[in-house]
């Protein structure tokens, strides 16, 4: 069974950081392309970066680069938003996403729970 559980959302001032984890399991992870996808309230689903599984260079929204850095661990199997200089706009559930196994056509999306990120004075 694959499985996806994000940690790491809270409540942090402007400015702050924030290190989100999504620990994955029940799929081959070196053979998928990780994706962090963010929704606020009363909008529909943003996305934030992916990492790719043979690509090493990852990609960014323009809306979060320079400021968010994705990186992964293969051995922990756990895929990291590392967010810095955090804005108000940041402010959403951020949900870790898997597409495995990436480029092949039967590949498929999976996807965690969600963690709360609120960015406020």
């Known amino acids: 069974e694959v499985q996806l559980v994000e940690s790491g959302g809270g409540l942090v001032q402007p400015g702050g950081s924030l290190r989100l984890s999504c620990v994955a399991s029940g799929f081959t992870f070196s053979r998928s392309a990780m994706t962090w996808v963010r929704q606020a309230p009363g909008k529909g689903l943003e996305w934030v970066s992916t990492?790719?599984?043979?690509?090493?260079?990852?990609s960014y929204s323009d809306s979060v680069k320079g400021r968010f850095t994705i990186s992964k661990d293969n051995a922990k199997i756990t895929v990291y938003l590392q967010m810095n200089s955090l804005k108000p706009e940041d402010t959403a559930v951020y949900y870790c996403?898997?597409?495995?196994?990436?480029?092949?056509?039967?590949?498929?999306?999976?996807w965690g729970q969600g963690t709360q990120v609120t960015v406020s004075s």
């Open positions: 996403n898997a597409n495995f196994p990436y480029g092949d056509p039967r590949s498929r999306d999976y």
């Open positions: 990492l790719y599984s043979v690509i090493s260079t990852p």
